[in-house]
């Protein structure tokens, strides 16, 4: 069983930069598809990115696409988002999320994910 901390939370201005990690405890981190997903106030929780086990094969949603990179460093048991262009839309509690059961691609859909980290603030002033 996994657990998952997400960091790299915070404040930041419009065009600006942040970096989200995701440490992993618990099971096999390669046997995990890793995804990120948000949450703003009042809106229903969304899909941004997931990566698959290997790393080889990544998505993203299309509002962050070219913007947004997911990445894996399964030696360190850890999954990253780097956010750059920010936009005040972009405002939300970011959650990493562990599917064990998906062996090719990665679900978009939270319900296929098992395990879920605690979530970290992202506010991006205008």
């Known amino acids: 069983q996994a657990q998952l901390v997400e960091s790299g939370g915070g404040l930041v201005q419009a065009g600006g930069s942040l970096r989200l990690s995701c440490a992993a405890s618990?099971?096999?981190?390669?046997?995990?598809?890793m995804g990120w997903f948000r949450q703003a106030p009042g809106k229903e929780r969304e899909f941004v990115s997931a990566i698959s086990r290997s790393g080889t094969s990544t998505y993203y949603i299309d509002s962050v696409k070219g913007r947004f990179t997911i990445s894996r460093a399964n030696a360190e048991n850890t999954v990253y988002l780097q956010m750059n262009s920010l936009k005040p839309e972009d405002t939300a509690v970011y959650y990493c999320?562990?599917?064990?059961?998906?062996?090719?691609?990665?679900?978009?859909?939270?319900?296929?994910?098992?395990?879920w980290g605690q979530g970290t603030q992202v506010t991006v002033s205008s």
């Open positions: 618990g099971g096999t981190f390669s046997y995990y598809v």
């Open positions: 999320a562990a599917d064990s059961n998906r062996r090719n691609g990665a679900s978009q859909f939270p319900s296929e994910y098992e395990y």
